[in-house]
């Protein structure tokens, strides 16, 4: 059975701020809190499947070794600094996997420059949600559909997200 949930701007990115509420709330604003993430997080599966899709840095990691790349330091280091998208769902982290080449496993070119825009003004949820809507910088395209065009325009704006917000 497939569930096809609309991807749902208005739940994020302002909603998201509840993700990291302090510890003395109550049992009702956590479960609150879990639903939403839940149904923001089943909005993201359905905006990255026809980009590759998400998939756990376990399963990352995998992909790294089935392309003959033995060492994943390079993407521990890439998931510290905030050099790729990824998200904390379920104690497991996940990364839209549109952000590497299939050869190697490497980043795509300029998408270190668009994160570093991005991650001083959003947290992960945010990022990955930026990713996924259209934009009026980009002529109302996302940004994920905008990276195959190139990083120039993707770069301004992120840019304009980081001074409208910082």
């Known amino acids: 059975m497939q569930i096809a949930i609309e991807f749902k701007p208005e739940l994020c990115p302002k909603s998201l701020e509840c993700f990291s509420a302090p510890h003395g709330q109550n049992h009702a604003s956590r479960l609150a809190q879990e639903y939403a993430q839940n149904h923001l997080f089943v909005d993201l599966l359905n905006a990255y499947r026809r980009s590759g899709g998400l ?3 376990q399963e990352v990691a995998a992909r790294f070794k089935r ?3 033995n060492d994943i330091s390079p993407l521990a280091g890439w998931l510290v600094r905030r050099e790729v998208i990824s998200i904390e769902w379920q104690s497991k982290i ?3 996997l549109f952000q590497f080449q299939p050869a190697g496993m490497v980043l795509r070119p300029g998408l270190s420059a668009v994160l570093a825009e991005l991650v001083v003004v959003y947290n992960a949820w945010e990022v990955a949600t930026w990713f996924c809507e259209p934009n009026t910088w980009l002529a109302d395209a996302t940004p994920i559909d905008s990276l195959a065009m190139g990083t120039a325009n993707l770069l301004d704006a992120a840019r304009a997200v980081r001074f409208s917000q910082g």
């Open 55 to 57: 998939a756990r840095a």
């Open 67 to 69: 392309q003959g790349v």
């Open 94 to 96: 996940w990364l839209p």
